[in-house]
């Protein structure tokens, strides 16, 4: 490797060693996991409250509004 020496008034970054490819790939699964399980917990909960609403007699095109759900604009007219 080519290092050379730090000196105290040598500002440039440190050289890092390599990234390991197993790590990366066990660190790309285990965010893959964390991911799928806050769209489920994302999903309980959205569906949770929508049915609150509708319990409430909130319409279905209030409630698509109001969270922002994909083509719920289309509707708004």
């Known amino acids: 490797m080519n290092q050379r020496p730090q000196r105290p008034d040598d500002y440039t970054r440190p050289q890092h060693a390599p990234f390991p490819p197993a790590l990366a ?13 806050l769209e489920d917990q994302a999903i309980r909960s959205m569906v949770r409250d929508a049915q609150r609403a ?7 095109d209030v409630i698509a509004l109001e969270m922002e759900l994909p083509g719920a604009e289309c509707r708004k007219s």
């Open 54 to 60: 509708l319990d409430r007699g909130v319409t279905t």
């Open 25 to 37: 790939t066990m660190i790309a699964r285990k965010a893959s996991i964390m991911a799928a399980r």
